[in-house]
DNA sequence: CGCTATCTTGAATCCCTTCAAGTCGCGTGG
DNA sequence: CCACGCGACTTGAAGGGATTCAAGATAGCG
């Protein structure tokens, strides 16, 4: 377990102060979500929320990577969004879980319980831009991702994964072509709509072709980033897509 | 053109007052929406917005139905989601319209300008609070749209497809299983992620085995719902796909 | 009543999946 | 510290669902 939160020295020292749901905050209303939070931890691997459960407290992503994701009856199952640092986990207005939300690396989460962040929404307008500003944010992800399920081949979905994960730093060394994949391989084809196999194969012919390298599984170097990028099919580069 | 709004009895034929963004205001709420507010019409095809464009509006839809899509450079073109009546169409916090909007059908709206709205909005908690609500929403539907693309067969897109326009009212008899289809094969295809050509053949081996039957190519009538929603591969019918 | 865009249907092809062996890396325990 | 074992990954071959290419058919308009 974590050790309380500084209350003397609110969030000093917090990794995503900045772009989480208390970026607006001037000091006073911070030490009001403060006085509501507490950090929580979860291992790799274990679920965060369910789908169908119901919502008894929200939070931010301290550190770590989860996925919310939906499986079918037959097992099936996509992930439509990962949540990272500074993302924020909840249905506002929603009573029941929509998706299931799992831990894929260790997550930290600052966690606030429903019924007083709620009365805290309405005494806090800055708390409720950002939450609407965050919300536009995911939305125009998750709709640049549907172009990519229903129009993206294979190669392509591969492309634009690799450079989501480089933009969105998961960056693992100082020349800043290196980095960790934080998913596995069934991980990846989950949230792009492929299987593990295919996944697979294209990862190693981009291997082959000299666009990227591989040194261990989970860690990769960006060759050739025009390459990566113009296989990504994306025109803009460095869209909003999380 | 349309005449003005009435602004002795605001919005008290309006079809979307309960549902649109001034769902929750109160009557001195709308008188202030009302003054900023002007309807505007555009015909079947022609388009709203383009991606890029600056936003100098935001609106809700009064009546018909428009399409939000993104076109690849190649052309591929993805509908990440039908914009109907009630529905919000305006980034807010955003500068730039991030995919195209076309009017599918005729289309109405209630148009604000961009500033005296945003200005209304810090001034009015109602207003921003059911926008957040609605920008939940549609996150909502965007993700189990997400599903539907990564993870269905085509056979399931269409009757997913077929079970949201039945939901979401394009009714267009007493019995309550007859509907009209509001996009061609085509719109459809770009909705689903698949070609014309195979939503074609779907629709017709549907309408062979007996779940649906067409008259005219936009009339379609539900035959066997429990084999729609069987084969629609949710097992939550209903579910939040706007 | 004829014309045209939209839609249907057929046949061939292809990309991704499925099924099936292997291989590798990593953590554990000897 | 190394061998072992298992889960994660790679690779191959066959199969299938959707696409592509190509004619026609039909509705709905003028």
Redo the contacts with the bound molecule.
Sequence with gaps: MNPPINLSEPCASCGVRERAICARCDASELSQLVAIGTHVDFEAGQPILWRGDEFTSFASVVSGVAALSRTMDDGRTQVVGLVLPSDFIGGLGREYVDFDVTAVTNVTLCQFKKEPFEELLERVPHLAQRLLEMAMDELNAAREWMVLLGR??????IATFLAMIARRSFQSDTDGHEFD?P?????I?DFL?????????????M?KEGTID?T????FIIKDQEALEHTSGDSTPNSSII
Excluded: I
């Excluded at 993206?152 to 979905?157: D, I, L, N, Q, S």
């Excluded at 709509?193 to 190693?204: H, I, N, P």
């Excluded at 261990?216 to 860690?219: S, V």
């Design positions: 993206k081949t294979a190669r392509e979905k994949l998913l596995t391989r069934e991980e084809a709509g492929l299987t593990y196999e295919t996944v697979s194969r294209q990862l190693s012919s291997k591989f261990g599984r989970r860690h």
